[in-house]
């Protein structure tokens, strides 16, 4: 089964800096991969999202880049904000497949210091 | 337009009780997944429920645990027989199609935190 890997676990960046979050899948079939920002004491929400046809997705100052070839995604946030704080989570899963439930990645503590 | 609504936020129970997790979909959605959050930990998949149907508990453990999505009324997460190591967060999504995926994604309730004593 799929298999997703997170990178790094915490993270630390200055108030207007760049975050990179990285993730690595293990399905080639995998064709869908959203990431979700969860706020202390609420549900993930979801703030991005891929398919496998693209190779990169914009919006604002988030961003996310896919690499099928060597199966690995990666969330990036430019000009952070202290409110950009909290616990990011990348998911894989095949969309139209057997296998269509999201497998999540164990996560990212991302801390933006004013 | 609510979201998916989960309660109780909080449920402390006693090693032995039955702990009940209910959640509402969001209006529209026919589809439900259950997911486990351990402290420090992602979220782990249980089960997916439409209408009256299991449709995968693959991820759900084959004691204890049971979950229904009835046609009137919330899904319920049941665990019976409760012991510590279920102390958790337990959230709900749900979905308008089968696949997860693009024009179909996640949303998720904000769990119900259950602590056995």
């Known amino acids: 089964g799929e298999n997703v890997e997170q990178h790094p676990s915490t993270l630390s960046v200055q108030e207007g800096d760049s975050a990179v979050i990285k993730c690595t899948y293990s399905?080639?079939?995998?064709?869908?991969f959203p990431w979700y920002k969860q706020e202390l004491g609420k549900g993930p929400q979801l703030i991005i999202d891929?398919?496998?046809?693209?190779g990169e997705k914009k919006d604002q100052r988030i961003a996310v880049t896919l690499n099928k070839t060597a199966k690995h995604f990666s969330l990036h946030i430019t000009e952070t904000q202290p409110e950009d704080s909290a616990v990011y989570f990348c998911?894989?899963?095949?969309?139209?497949?057997?296998?269509?439930?999201?497998?999540f990645g164990k996560g990212t503590k991302l801390s933006v210091k004013p | 337009n609510a979201g998916v609504m989960q309660n109780p936020r909080h449920l402390v129970r006693r090693r032995g009780q039955e702990a009940r997790l209910r959640c509402s979909p969001m209006?529209?959605?026919?589809?439900v997944y259950w997911y486990r959050q351990l402290p420090e930990e992602g979220l782990k998949f249980m089960v997916y429920?439409?209408?009256?149907?299991?449709?995968?508990e693959s991820g759900m453990p084959k004691e204890r645990f049971s979950a229904e999505f009835p046609k009137e009324g919330p899904s319920i997460l049941r665990i019976q027989q409760v012991v510590r190591g279920d102390s958790a967060a337990y959230f709900c999504?749900?979905?308008?199609?089968?696949?997860?995926?693009?024009?179909?994604?996640?949303?998720f309730g904000n769990g119900t935190r259950l602590t056995v004593t």
């Open positions: 891929i398919r496998s046809n693209v």
């Open positions: 429920l439409q209408k009256e149907n299991i449709i995968d």
């Open positions: 998911a894989a899963s095949n969309y139209g497949g057997s296998q269509g439930n999201l497998i």
């Open positions: 399905d080639s079939a995998s064709n869908y």
């Open positions: 209006k529209g959605h026919s589809h």
């Open positions: 999504a749900s979905s308008p199609r089968r696949e997860t995926g693009y024009n179909s994604p996640l949303h």
